[in-house]
């Protein structure tokens, strides 16, 4: 079942800061985060495995509740490079491999 | 290091013809493959998953026969539309899952391969 994203969309200020969250009705073993531009592929921003995990690259970062099977995407300060439409992905099952898409946060970052 | 590329990235073809499109894992061995379709705006949706020397395992209300997945070598996995109609414009992407221990979990996505069917 695909998990839910929100919010759906987003318009910020360069420098303000933004939250997206992530949440599943299974049980969840990973969630992958990735952001995709406008007609290209999705890029690879990090994946949190189960054992409540937070990691963090530069002014992203993330967290996983697997007992709420949840996770947040955090942008910090955030840059106009950081537009684009972020999408979660979750696997329920260690080794299971395929990945359920969320239906996409639109994030949009003003001068 | 983890790049994976598709060819081509973009195709228009008439209704009725078969397309073939190309993943290939550049600098690593992929296992596993997978194969998306993605409608504008909408969500990546998953269509099969390939293993190398094995049958694709299609996901549920995709059709096997219309979408051929081979995947003959750690490095390179094929997605064939056959007989494509317009339905079937869409932007399609692989990705690839590393066999590489240190991150087996991770799903590193081609460029994608525009498809439009005239």
């Known amino acids: 079942q695909q998990p839910v994203q929100s919010p759906q969309a987003v318009i910020l200020r360069e420098g303000e800061d933004a939250v997206i969250n992530?949440?599943?009705s299974k049980a969840l073993y990973s969630v992958h985060w990735y952001r995709q531009k406008h007609g290209e592929a999705p890029v690879f921003l990090m994946i949190l495995l189960k054992g409540g995990e937070q990691k963090g690259h530069e002014k992203i970062s993330a967290s996983f509740n697997e007992k709420k099977q949840q996770s947040s995407l955090y942008l910090t300060a955030s840059q106009l490079s950081y537009s684009g439409t972020y999408f979660c992905g979750?696997?329920?099952?260690?080794?299971?491999?395929?990945?359920?898409?969320?239906?996409?946060?639109r994030l949009t970052i003003n001068p | 290091g983890a790049v994976?590329?598709?060819?081509?990235?973009?195709?228009?073809?008439?209704?009725?013809?078969?397309?073939?499109?190309?993943?290939?894992?550049?600098?690593?061995?992929?296992?596993?493959?997978?194969?998306?379709?993605?409608?504008?705006?909408?969500?990546?949706?998953?269509?099969?998953?390939?293993?190398?020397?094995?049958?694709?395992?299609?996901?549920?209300?995709?059709e096997k026969d219309k979408f051929l997945i081979n995947h003959a070598s750690l490095t390179l996995s094929t997605l064939?539309?056959?007989?494509?109609?317009?339905?079937?414009?869409?932007?399609?992407?692989?990705?690839?899952?590393?066999?590489?221990?240190?991150?087996?979990?991770?799903?590193?996505?081609?460029?994608g391969?525009?498809?439009t069917v005239l």
């Open chain 1, 22 to 24: 992530c949440s599943s």
């Open chain 2, 4 to 62: 994976v590329s598709q060819h081509p990235s973009w195709v228009i073809c008439k209704s009725g013809t078969s397309v073939k499109i190309e993943c290939r894992s550049l600098d690593f061995q992929a296992t596993t493959m997978f194969w998306y379709r993605q409608f504008p705006k909408q969500s990546l949706m998953l269509m099969a998953t390939s293993n190398e020397g094995s049958k694709a395992t299609y996901e549920q209300g995709v």
């Open chain 1, 90 to 105: 979750t696997e329920s099952v260690q080794g299971a491999q395929k990945l359920v898409f969320g239906q996409g946060t």
């Open chain 2, 113 to 115: 391969t525009r498809l």
């Open chain 2, 80 to 111: 064939t539309v056959t007989s494509a109609h317009p339905e079937d414009s869409s932007f399609y992407i692989c990705s690839a899952r590393s066999s590489r221990s240190a991150d087996t979990d991770t799903q590193y996505f081609g460029p």
